[in-house]
């Protein structure tokens, strides 16, 4: 008992985290084209149910845990609990960095946006080959006729969303080109976008943008317009890739 209590003290200790701070008021307006789903029950978790009770996480955790399959490596369970709650773009650029320890995913199918956790999720279909990190894993039901393939994930899309997907729907093999969707200049924390526009090629590219676009992302918008909005979101997907520096984001999950 003494060798359980000193052991849980550490992982308790390993999820400390900052104090969130407040709701920027571009991430506010993403979240209004998002829909809520019907909250799901992931049943037979069993490493969920040997996971001793964690404290609440404030910030971005940067070790991982292993599900007791072995086959991937997850966020804390508290966090996921709050990420999948909600929408975070900006947490969503932090761990998919360079280096980060997340385990990457990549859909096998075009596969329709759903989120088994109750939380908001895009109302679109993903594409094959879309990149996702896998936040939790979903084992098949306890008891029953146990069904080959059965069971499946919760994943972080680019966007800050999350999405359940069945074992078959994700793999874990790189494909020929990682895709990932449009990522929205307006949603992204004043601080982070300090930090992309010390790449030259994403400040020249954002300024011709908003001279093209106006202001307007989305709607009666002009081909270059579109084609502008499409290169800013790849480069931002290139510098975080690159490893390239992000501060906190000002909003974390809560």
Known sequence: MHRLTVALACVLTACGGATPAAVAPDEA?????????????????????????????AGIPTKCRSTKDG????????FVEKLCQDVYPNTAL???REGTPWVRGYLTRKTKAWNASGGASADDMLPRDEEVIIVRYRPPP???????????YDALRWDGS??????????????????TPIL?????????????????????????RKKECKGVEMGAVSKKCEKLT?????????????????????RLPE
Request: charged share 35%.
């Open 29 to 57: 307006d993403e979240t209004a084209n998002l829909k809520k789903t019907t909250p799901g029950e992931s049943e037979g978790d069993e490493e969920e149910e040997e996971e001793a009770e964690e404290e609440a996480i």
């Open 71 to 78: 086959k991937v490596c997850v966020p804390p369970k508290k």
């Open 94 to 96: 932090v761990m998919f």
């Open 142 to 152: 306890k008891g029953g006729m146990q069904v080959s393939g059965a069971g499946g």
């Open 162 to 179: 999350c999405v359940t997907l069945a074992m078959e729907e994700v793999t874990m093999d790189l494909p020929p080109k990682k895709k």
């Open 184 to 208: 929205r200049w307006r949603v992204i924390n004043p601080n982070l976008r300090e930090a992309l526009r010390t790449d030259e090629e994403i400040t020249a590219t954002y300024r011709a």
């Open 230 to 250: 499409i290169k800013l979101s790849d480069l931002i997907v290139a510098y975080v890739r690159g490893g390239g520096a992000l501060p906190t984001p000002e």
